[in-house]
C-alpha cells in the first residue's frame, strides 16, 4: 500500500500543477524538480539495475555455455538503448509527418529547424525564450492544452518520451516487484520497501512531467498514471502468489532476470540523458539563466547522489 500511494502522488503532482502557477511545466521550480527526478531515474539505471543485471548474468551457475563467454549484461542494457533511440526516432519521424505532411514549408530560427504544413499558416507565432524555434497556438487536444512555451514538435517529442520512459520503469518494476513479494525476510523487506517508496515516488515526478508537458487527454492521462502506480504493487502480488514455485536463484530466473534488468537500465540511462535531461539543460531558458541552471545542476546531483546513496540498504 506503501508503494502504491508514494507511485500514484509522485506521477500525479506534476499533472495536478499544471493548474498551479509554481508547479507548471514552464516554471523555475518544475525544472528543479524535473531534475531531480531524472538524477533519481538516472541513478536507478546506473547503480540499481545494472549491477543486478550484471549480478544475475555472471552468476557461477551459468559458467558453462555462452553466458559465461561473453558479457550478456552490457549487449542487453546497449540493445535497450538503441532500440529506445530508433523507436524515438521513428516514432517522432512518424508523427511529425502525420502532422505536418511531406509538403510543409521549412523554417529555421536560432539554430533550430522546424517545419510547418499550410495547415497551420494561420496560426499565431509566440515568440518565447523558454524553448527553441516559435511556439504554435493552438495545437492539438489535450485536455489542459499545450503548455505555454512548448511546440508541437516538443508536444510530439514529450508524448513519445512519456510513453517509451513508462515502458522501461515498467520492466523494471514488476521484476522488483516480484523479488520484493518473493521475499520472506523482514530484515531484507523493510528497508527495500522504504527505499522503494522513495523510488517510486520521484520516478512517478519525473514520468508525470512528460506527461504534464504531453498534454494528452484526461483519459489517456488516468490510464498511463493509474498503469504506473500499479506494476509495482501488481509484481508484489504475483510475487507472493508464486513464492513456492518461483526459484529466484535458477538459471532461468537469473537469465530472465538479467537480461530484462539490463534492458530496462539501457532504456532508463538513454531517458534520463537523452531525453529528460540534454533537452532542458541545452535550452535557451536554462542556458540563459546563470542562477536557474545551476540550481539545476545541483538538484541533478542531488537526486543522483540520494539514490546512489540508497543502494546501501536496497
Not at 500525479?12 to 531534475?35: D, Q
Request: glycine fraction near 12%.
Amino acid at each position: 500500500m506503501a508503494i502504491l500511494m508514494a507511485s500514484a502522488l509522485g506521477v500525479s503532482l506534476p499533472i495536478i500543477g499544471k493548474n498551479i502557477p509554481a508547479l507548471r511545466p514552464e516554471s523555475a521550480l518544475f525544472y528543479l524538480v524535473k531534475a531531480f527526478a531524472a538524477g533519481v531515474i538516472l541513478s536507478t539505471g546506473f547503480i540499481h539495475i545494472l549491477p543486478d543485471a550484471f549480478e544475475d548474468l555472471t552468476d557461477p551457475t551459468l559458467k558453462d555455455g555462452p553466458w559465461g563467454n561473453f558479457p550478456f549484461t552490457g549487449l542487453a542494457a546497449m540493445v535497450g538503448s538503441l532500440g529506445t533511440l530508433m523507436i524515438d526516432a521513428f516514432a517522432t519521424g512518424y508523427y511529425r509527418k502525420l502532422h505536418f505532411g511531406n509538403g510543409g514549408e521549412h523554417h529555421r530560427h536560432g539554430g533550430v529547424d522546424e517545419e510547418m504544413s499550410g495547415d497551420h499558416a494561420g496560426h499565431v507565432h509566440l515568440h518565447t525564450h523558454a524553448t527553441h524555434g516559435h511556439a504554435h497556438l493552438p495545437f492539438g487536444s489535450g485536455s489542459g492544452g499545450t503548455p505555454l512555451g512548448l511546440g508541437n514538435l516538443d508536444q510530439i517529442r514529450y508524448r513519445i518520451t512519456s510513453q517509451v520512459l513508462e515502458m522501461g520503469i515498467v520492466v523494471h518494476s514488476v521484476i522488483i516487484g516480484i523479488s520484493l513479494g518473493t521475499s520472506s525476510n523482514l530484515d531484507t523487506i523493510k528497508p527495500l520497501i522504504a527505499a522503494l517508496c522513495f523510488h517510486q515516488f520521484f520516478e512517478g515526478i519525473g514520468l508525470g512531467g512528460c506527461i504534464a508537458q504531453a498534454a494528452f487527454e484526461s483519459g489517456s492521462t488516468m490510464c498511463m498514471a493509474l498503469f504506473f502506480s500499479l506494476t509495482t504493487p501488481l509484481g508484489v502480488a504475483v510475487g507472493i502468489g508464486i513464492t513456492n514455485v518461483y526459484d529466484d536463484s535458477s538459471p532461468t530466473a537469473l537469465i530472465t532476470q538479467g537480461m530484462l534488468n539490463a534492458c530496462a537500465a539501457g532504456i532508463l540511462i538513454y531517458m534520463a540523458l537523452v531525453d529528460l535531461l540534454a533537452h532542458d539543460f541545452m535550452s535557451y531558458k536554462l542556458q540563459a539563466n546563470t542562477r536557474l541552471f545551476l540550481g539545476t545542476n545541483l538538484s541533478l546531483l542531488l537526486g543522483a547522489g540520494l539514490m546512489a546513496l540508497l543502494a546501501i540498504w536496497a
